[in-house]
């Protein structure tokens, strides 16, 4: 099928879609709104940046606008008839927007809870009445334990980033959720498929279909990717040195696999003049947002960051990205590098690799030369540092109250 109204979507989210500039669907769109728009339940996996948003969102719209049709407009406040989980609260905000300039033309009420925001923002959403809810599954299974949100009228579940919200530490609130939302739909979207997440999805009571879009678990072709080897203590200039030859105008991402980390390589490269932005979970959220949200309007050529922003920032101007270090689980690394090369544009990455790297080149090698990703094993073992929103405001209250704890070059980092 060569465009959307072929796949029986209403005129008018065509209409929206048209307006965008969306004319012809991708791959992983032409699998899901079919399978979606039917009632199925599915897992859809494609390459990040591929239109997996759309690929849930239009069919969301249009069969939830369908229940409203025969069961009339919801009256309860906190009781969505659809919901939509995603990783990070920066993914809440851009997936709630996408999902709102759906449903200007379908006139459904969509609303936002996210980890990190105020009680007072939160019970401000919490007295609306709500079609569709965007949220942090933490988040949303403490308000549902708590009996601030009823779920017991979601027709449609959708489960975004599923490697890693289905991920070893993650799934609990996910699990409430779905037993809280016992007669919904689950629609599962994500950019790779790890063996042992497979095997979960495959013993789910409505057994989703799996819909593998040819892209996936590929690396997107219009990526030049460049190993360089360095030693441990060389990353600040090697970086530095690469920022310097691809030019002043590119804009790109610089990935760490630790907080720590990335404030190191954060003021190791402003030591080196360059213009760098900082984003981690150790940060207040709107810490982190202010600086997502800056960087999006053009400050910085940098975004210092760890997997935080390699989960849903889409910028169309970025050129590259450059892995400080290489990530530790094979479905980061594929995340990290579909900052770029979006949609079939142009990008390069850059992976600083030291001794310790050399046994994970094979498997990025293979990616580069159009290879698929092994989903049974971790690029190595998982030691990422994960951070609660507590643990993050502990952090931001302790460097403005505590000396620095280090140096770099002579000058200090936290």
Known sequence: MS???????????????????????TPVQRLAIPAFLHGKSA????????????????????RIKAVEETDGQATVPARPRAVVLTSTRELVTQTTKVVKTLTHAARLRVRAVA???SGHDTNITLRQVMDILVANPPRLARLVADGQVDLTDVRILVVDEADTLLSPGQRGPVEAIVAAASTALPWWMS??????????????????????SKDAHTAPESLQVKNIPVKASARADAASDLLVSIGPKARGIIFANRRETADIAAVALKERGHDVVVVHGGLLPRERQKAIKGFVAGVGRVLVTTELAGRGLDLSDLAFVLNWELPERASDYMHRIGRVGRMGRQGRVFNLVTDRDRHLLAEVERLAAGGKLDTGEALRSARTRKTTTAEG???AAARRAKPPAGTVGGKTFE
């Open 115 to 117: 980890g990190g925001e």
């Open 191 to 212: 950019a790779t498929l790890p063996e042992p997440i497979r095997h979960w999805l495959s013993t789910r009571p409505e057994k989703p279909a799996l819909l593998l």
């Open 3 to 25: 465009n959307f109204m072929e796949f029986g979507v209403l005129p008018e989210l065509v209409a929206v879609l048209d307006a965008a500039g969306i004319r012809s669907p």
């Open 393 to 395: 405001i502990r952090s």
């Open 43 to 62: 897992v859809a996996v494609a390459r990040t940046g591929s239109g997996k948003t759309l690929a849930y969102a239009v069919p969301l719209v249009q």
